[in-house]
């Protein structure tokens, strides 16, 4: 119709797989590839008969790897096929077939979705409106392309290390204000043969402006470890290399500095309370 800019049909069926008990669920796809195609992270997509595309909790559980065959059976028909790509996700239960197979095994079957992506510019609403005039018997929506799942996880992130953040200040705080109480005897000598309060405070800040940068160095290379051994091991879903790939030295060099800003921060306020500290009060304490 006036306005899709790709059109893909589905239809899902029950198969068993070489010659099991076990029941396992195909999606048959005709048409424009959908959006599975550009997920995937090895092999091609289905461009022709007993061709099909499974996920890594399939591959795992049934010991297969991209280019493996296997037989396809529905109703006492069988056809073999073959594995020619990974998606990003995939139950171990589900696998995508292209349509030619689907002709085989089951030719009385027609599609059940169908998935229009419209052309930019395209009136959504109107289009549905005209798709359910077209044809009553379809039971048409418009589908909000933008991806609600990224943007939560993303607030959520941003949220967390914000928390993070304060809570590292804090820590920072609280180490600075304890050992300034216990050198107070110290601080008390040295402002006594001259030091000025902004030289206590410079002394103190970057004391913990090192111990930020030391910590910048030691922990984003165990970060970027950590990354690369929770994304290659979260089993239901396969990163592609270009996902993984998020590391680049300006941020890098970012992350560094937010360390030492974090430490600066948090020792400010002690530091500025240490250099208000006179001598009179150092040795009354003591």
């Known amino acids: 119709m006036p306005g899709a800019k790709e059109v893909t049909a589905d239809a899902m069926i029950r ?3 070489d010659g099991g008990n076990q029941a396992l669920f195909a999606s048959f796809f005709r048409g424009d590839p959908p959006a ?3 997920e995937l992270v090895d092999g091609r997509w289905m461009d022709g008969p007993g061709e099909a595309v499974v996920g890594p909790a399939f591959l795992a559980q049934h010991r ?3 280019g493996d065959r296997m037989a396809l059976a529905v109703n006492g028909r069988t056809l073999p096929v073959t594995i020619v790509g990974q998606s990003m996700v995939g139950d171990a239960r589900t696998l ?3 349509w030619p197979t689907l002709t085989v095994l089951a030719p009385d079957r027609r599609a059940l979705n169908y998935t229009a992506v419209l052309a930019p510019g395209t009136d959504a609403a109107a289009y549905v409106k005209a798709v359910k005039a077209a044809d009553p018997g379809l039971y048409s929506r418009a589908v909000d392309s933008g991806n609600t799942a990224t943007r939560t996880v993303v607030s959520f992130a941003t949220v967390f290390t914000v928390l993070l953040t304060i809570v590292a200040a804090l820590g920072v705080f609280n180490t600075v204000l304890l050992n300034t109480r216990e050198r107070c005897r110290d601080l008390g000598m040295l402002k006594s043969i001259g030091m000025t309060p902004r030289q206590v405070v410079a002394m103190t800040v970057t004391s913990m402006a090192v111990l930020g ?3 910048g160095v030691v922990g984003i290379p165990l970060g970027m ?5 929770i994304v290659d091991h979260v089993g239901v879903i396969a990163f592609p290399e270009s996902m993984k790939d998020v590391w680049h030295a300006s941020q890098v060099f970012g992350l560094a500095l937010a360390g030492v800003t974090i430490a600066v921060l948090g020792a400010l306020i002690p530091a500025r309370s240490a250099a208000r500290l006179t001598i009179a009060k150092v040795l009354h304490n003591e």
Not at 225 to 229: E, I, P, S
């Open 36 to 38: 599975l195609a550009t």
């Open 15 to 17: 198969v068993t797989m």
């Open 96 to 98: 995508n077939v292209s």
């Open 213 to 215: 940068l030391a910590a």
């Open 64 to 66: 297969k790897k991209v």
């Open 225 to 229: 470890l950590a990354h690369r051994l």
